[in-house]
């Protein structure tokens, strides 16, 4: 297993002033055998141009541009059905690899057991230069931020795209990334994927994501469209588990905090399960006598 061939895989959507830092990160690892696939979203800005100049015709990377914006989800299925390799990871067009982080992941998933099918690491997210979180927490246990992670989970977001290595025929079990979503369709897939499979844990920071203003993720709606639709979707394994009002009232701060109750109290009232509407009527009536 360890010395296959990964496929890495960077969807861009206007990244010329980005993207040779991600590609770049990824052609420095220390693991030698990958290829890049670059999925192209129809960009206007030059980035094909740009690529080309800085990589010519190499031939550890191609370069596909759709033909239409299907967004990032979409990119990233489309880039697996062009990947050799048994085993898939994924980079975003403005963010870094340190050197050593396929090669940690590699080595961890080749003396893992068979039902791991995605090995993650630590990423740091920055401001400018400042790093002003670390995902997943250090403090937090090992055996909740890998293993068994369902639970973990459901109750909130853990594992963020660029730190994910997948065995490709997990990854295609699953039905990969969910096209419908806007935001968080990382939060969704590893919800999804830890049903089937047990997941793995690098514990070391070898990730820096590069956060901007307007980015995709403040769009503070879909966020909270998502939520709603993964705790929609997960309600059997959240009763199983004792979590509904635990993820209930971890939204609902998440809600507060964007400025965002109102929207996700009506998301509750849409669902078909009664639980939801209990709690979206007593925070409603609790909002109305404050």
């Known amino acids: 297993m360890f010395g296959e061939l990964v496929s890495v895989i960077i969807p861009a959507y206007n990244r010329a002033h980005t993207i ?7 052609r420095g690892q220390s693991y030698k055998n990958i290829e890049v696939i670059v999925v192209d979203d129809c960009s206007t800005d030059g980035t094909l141009e740009c690529v080309q100049k800085w990589y010519g015709d190499a031939d550890w990377l191609l370069y596909v541009i759709n ?27 403005d963010d870094e690899w340190m050197p050593d982080k396929l090669e940690y992941q590699m080595r961890l998933m080749d003396k893992s057991s068979d039902d791991v099918g995605m090995v993650y ?12 979180d670390v995902w997943p927490p250090a ?15 459901l109750l909130g977001p853990v594992i963020s795209t660029q730190t994910m290595l997948f065995d490709k025929r997990a990854f295609l079990d699953c039905g990969g990334f969910n096209v419908g979503l806007k935001v968080m369709e990382d939060y969704e897939l590893s919800v999804r994927f830890a049903r089937t499979y047990q997941i793995g844990l690098v514990d070391k920071t070898l990730v820096t994501q ?9 769009d ?7 939520q709603s639709y993964i705790m929609e979707q997960g309600y059997e394994d959240m009763r199983r588990l004792g979590i509904v009002t635990e993820k209930l009232s971890r939204v609902y701060e998440e809600a507060e905090n964007y400025g965002m109750v109102k929207e996700y109290l009506s998301c509750l009232l849409s ?20």
């Open 67 to 93: 033909d239409e914006n299907v967004g990032a989800a979409g990119s990233r299925n489309i880039g697996v059905q062009y990947a050799h390799g048994d085993y898939i990871a994924f980079q975003d067009s």
């Open 271 to 290: 669902s078909e399960h009664m639980e939801y509407h209990a709690y979206a009527k007593k925070k409603l009536k609790l909002l109305k006598e404050s």
């Open 20 to 26: 040779k830092r991600a590609i770049d990160s990824v």
């Open 121 to 132: 690491c630590c990423m740091e997210r920055r401001m400018g230069e400042e790093v002003y």
């Open 220 to 226: 503070l709606t879909e966020r909270i469209i998502t």
């Open 210 to 218: 590069y956060e901007s203003a307007g980015g995709v993720n403040s």
């Open 139 to 153: 403090e937090a246990p090992m055996e909740v931020k890998s293993g068994n992670m369902l639970k973990t989970l």
